[in-house]
């Protein structure tokens, strides 16, 4: 069984910063994807960042243009976990994010896993 478990969410001034956990139990990929999906109040789920890999090793990073330069995505093997680091943060980036994993090293809105979602509020 694989879960995905989210935490970091919470409230933060605008230009703070503030840093997303997803943490994998179960069996792991040698090769997959991870990565956030947001969906704020009236608005479709929007892809966020996403970071894939293969046999460990980290080959591909991609970001949404909404916060490219702002978030980074990275991967700790040893704890299965991946993390989002989100700087300079504007009252726009304000929705609940949600945790995805995908074995194919692929996400989209249909993969297979996902976190709970936790809440970030950016105050202007």
């Known amino acids: 069984q694989v879960q995905l478990v989210e935490s970091g969410g919470g409230l933060v001034q605008a230009g703070g910063s503030l840093r997303l956990s997803c943490a994998v139990s179960g069996r792991t990929f040698s090769k997959g994807a991870m990565g956030w999906f947001r969906q704020a109040p009236g608005k479709e789920r929007e892809f966020v960042a996403t970071i894939s890999w293969n046999n460990g090793n980290t080959y591909y990073t991609n970001y949404a243009n909404s916060v490219k330069g702002r978030f980074t995505i990275s991967r700790d093997n040893a704890k299965n976990t991946v993390y989002l680091q989100m700087n300079n943060l504007k009252p726009e980036d304000t929705a609940v994010y949600y945790c995805?994993?995908?074995?194919?090293?692929?996400?989209?809105?249909?993969?297979?896993?996902w976190g709970q979602g936790t809440q970030v509020t950016v105050s202007s």
């Open positions: 995805a994993a995908d074995p194919s090293g692929v996400l989209t809105t249909t993969s297979d896993y």
